[in-house]
């Protein structure tokens, strides 16, 4: 059967030649990056455990998380939470025979996931899941022993390549605030934080929201002294020239913690800020406007066959090798369109479009196409990716 891959010029302007382009990423802390997090950490070792006891990959999903915030006292030298987060891990999942309950299953890979991403205590955080079996006709897709999974829905995934000199500021930005030099200089700087970037021209600006937290800053001269040295190192260490704005809310005048973005936790969701799966980055770790984006959550989703996670990661692979492999392949835009009940390495349409100085050639279409259809067919390449944490997927 021939696959319809479909290669074109690049049909909008390139991103570096616009003169607004904007992307957002939110930290490991984030609300919205703890439930991707959470759910994404769990769905993992349901499919490991699957895949030890059946060898293959059952239907569940497991991408309708939510984090309700909880409420704290943040002070000075340090306050107190006084209502937990809430985690709620809610989807569809195949029983496990012979094993422990899904149940605990996914809230021991919650907790796990926790305690080596967040650092604030544990007794802060509560995890509830309710996993139900899935239905009948979504469960069948998987039994009827297919040589390829089936896709269990009609949905398209995106990608494209490379990252834009925005993009990788922002992510580079990202790093700095994550790194073990960044956090031993500043223990005050918490897990939570955005960085929203923008571009206009050539000028590259940050906004960036960071919760400090209350036991390291001893008042409110202390938290902006804090807050200008950490605007003055990223300066230092991002390699390109941005002009930074750090919590913007904070009010020049304040005289207590009302008046700063103070936290017990280093997260907002201590009191101020709900999450839920999806909200947050997409599979190329950021939130990006100007591109071709799937709003499909891909945490927590089957790895193997709901192509709301599957086709976003194959489409940012697949662009990945075209524009690396290929010379002319300037800007690479991929686009994968499933049918629900057929085959993962037959999309009803694989959409590429190539940007290049010289056009798109003959032999240009034809090494994109043949690139196409070497990631098709080996999807399962792309299960064990995801499998294996060498992807991003928030």
Known sequence: MTRHIIVTPLSHRPIEEREVEMCERKGIGHPDTIADGVCESASRELSLAYLRTYGTVLHHNLDKGLLVAGQSLPRFGGGQVVDPIKVIICGRATHLDGNPDVANLVTEAAWRYLGQHVRCDPEHFTITPEIKEGSANLKEVFARGAPVALANDT???????????????????????TSPDFREQ?????DDFKIMGHRLNRDIHFTIALAFVDRYVEGVEHYFALKRAM?????????????????????????????????????SAEMGDDGQVGRGNRVNGLITPGRDTSLEAAAGKNPTSHVGKLYNVLAMLMARDIHERLDGADEVSVKLLSAIGER????QVAAIEVGSKHGLTDELRKNATAIAEEWLENTHRVTSLILEEKVALY
């Open 155 to 177: 949905s398209f995934g995106c990608g494209y390549a490379p990252y834009s000199g925005l993009e990788e500021a922002v992510l580079a930005a990202s790093r700095l605030l």
């Open 186 to 190: 500043f223990p005050a700087a918490g």
């Open 231 to 267: 605007v003055e190192y990223l300066g230092d260490h991002l390699g390109v020239p941005v002009a930074v704005k750090m919590n913007s809310l904070d009010d020049p005048a304040a005289r207590d913690e009302t008046g700063v973005y103070l936290t017990v936790t280093g997260l």
């Open 344 to 347: 993962t390495d037959r999309p």
